[in-house]
């Protein structure tokens, strides 16, 4: 199990230290988080790092290849993070992605799609409610 653990760590890892929050994730909607983890998956095969890396889709401060195991537990969380936007993209019940600093604490972290959906209504101000109701409905 220690290996799919580690993956899990690494992607804690990715939303703790490198901000990739499910929101973050989002943006990239044309693919990237699965080029990225393939192009680790390659460098881990032995495939030279020059031809890997010409697929790598973002900056080259972010590229930050290590020995093949490693590669590999990055490869798998991003996999994991792309899957996860896939889900979400598709209006699939969205899974906990909160920062352990709210997890800790028990408290919702407003980047996690499952702490704070985005279906929930704005809070209304009760008082605004009823001078709203005064005027036939109108704001
Ligand atoms: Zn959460």
């Known amino acids: 199990m220690t290996a799919i653990k580690d993956i899990a760590a690494e992607r804690q890892r990715q939303i703790n230290m490198e ?3 499910a929101a973050h994730d989002d943006t990239h909607d044309l ?7 393939g192009v680790y998956a390659l460098v881990a095969s032995g495939r030279h790092l020059d ?3 010409q697929f790598w889709p973002w ?5 930050k290849p290590c020995d093949a195991r490693r590669n ?9 993070a792309e899957i996860q936007r896939l889900d979400r993209a598709a209006g699939l019940e969205p899974e906990h992605t909160c920062s352990s600093q709210y997890r ?8 996690c799609p499952a702490c704070t ?13 009823a001078i709203d109701a005064d005027n036939g409905g109108q704001p």
């Open 19 to 21: 901000g990739w929050t």
């Open 31 to 37: 693919g990237q988080i699965a080029a990225a983890a």
């Open 51 to 53: 031809v890997a890396a």
């Open 59 to 63: 900056d080259y401060q972010w590229w």
């Open 72 to 80: 590999l537990v990055k490869a798998g969380a991003l996999i994991v």
């Open 104 to 111: 800790m604490r028990e408290l919702p972290d407003p980047d």
């Open 117 to 129: 959906p985005s279906d929930t209504p704005p809070e209304v101000d009760p008082i605004q409610a």
